[in-house]
């Protein structure tokens, strides 16, 4: 049971948007901090692609957004491409357990 | 450009120990603090420790504490990872990855994993 909650899957056909949420408590996302969002295409390491709830890294595509409010968050990809299929995780910082958190993921299938 | 490689996965029997490490490049390792985060076969991601840039303070999962002790070599530019008393559900992809520390933690480079098998 992971601390913050995504759902387990998503699917989009080419050129849609998909959103992904990421629920948490007043412990963390609440708390507030930071929500970061990692996208791990298979076999490979995660690769950070939205940090400090909104921003993204250089060379990650504006196709990529994310935003938070209250003890949510959400990833939002609009014009999905056939290489967007991976699985997506958000992260936080937890007070009360001391430790970074992580959703348990969901697996983007581009259909 | 940053790197983080990671080494010293295997299989080993319950109850045994493993030392990973992670050496690192690219960037200069004594600024920033660093983690271990893990990943079970075919499950999501767990973070698992940190350790400060200066090494004076490490936090642990409480899956692992008491067992796993996070260091640092910053004359060396590495990390290690030493596991006691080894359980089967430590088995995992083990990754190092690069924190930046705002508002929490984040990860902005990861290793390539290396995957420890417990199992006897």
């Known amino acids: 049971q992971s601390v913050l909650t995504q759902p387990p899957s998503v699917s989009g056909a080419p050129g849609q948007r998909v959103t992904i949420s990421c629920t948490g408590t007043?412990?963390?996302?609440?708390?507030?901090?930071?929500v970061h969002w990692y996208q791990q295409l298979p076999g490979t390491a995660p690769k950070l692609l939205i940090y400090g709830n909104s921003n993204r890294p250089s060379g990650v595509p504006d196709r990529f957004s994310g935003s938070k409010s209250g003890t949510s968050a959400s990833l939002a990809i609009t014009g999905l491409q056939p290489e967007d299929e991976a699985d997506y995780y958000c992260?936080?910082?937890?007070?009360?357990?001391?430790?970074?958190?992580f959703g348990g993921g969901t697996k983007l299938t581009v259909i | 450009q940053v790197q983080l490689v990671e080494s010293g996965g295997g299989v080993v029997q319950p109850g045994r120990s493993l030392r990973l490490s992670c050496t690192a490049s690219g960037f200069t390792f004594r600024n920033y603090g660093m983690h271990w985060v893990r990943q079970a076969p075919g499950k999501g991601l767990e973070w698992v420790a940190v350790i400060w840039h200066d090494g004076n303070n490490k936090y642990y999962v409480d899956s692992v504490k008491g067992r796993f002790t996070i260091s640092r070599d910053n004359s060396k530019n590495t990390l290690d990872l030493q596991m006691n008393s080894l359980r089967a559900e430590d088995t995992a992809v083990y990754y190092c990855?690069?924190?930046?520390?705002?508002?929490?933690?984040?990860?902005?480079?990861w290793g390539q994993g290396t995957l420890v098998t417990v199992s006897s």
């Open positions: 992260q936080s910082y937890d007070r009360s357990l001391s430790g970074s958190v």
């Open positions: 990855a690069r924190g930046i520390a705002a508002d929490g933690y984040r990860f902005d480079y």
């Open positions: 007043t412990s963390n996302i609440g708390a507030p901090y930071d």
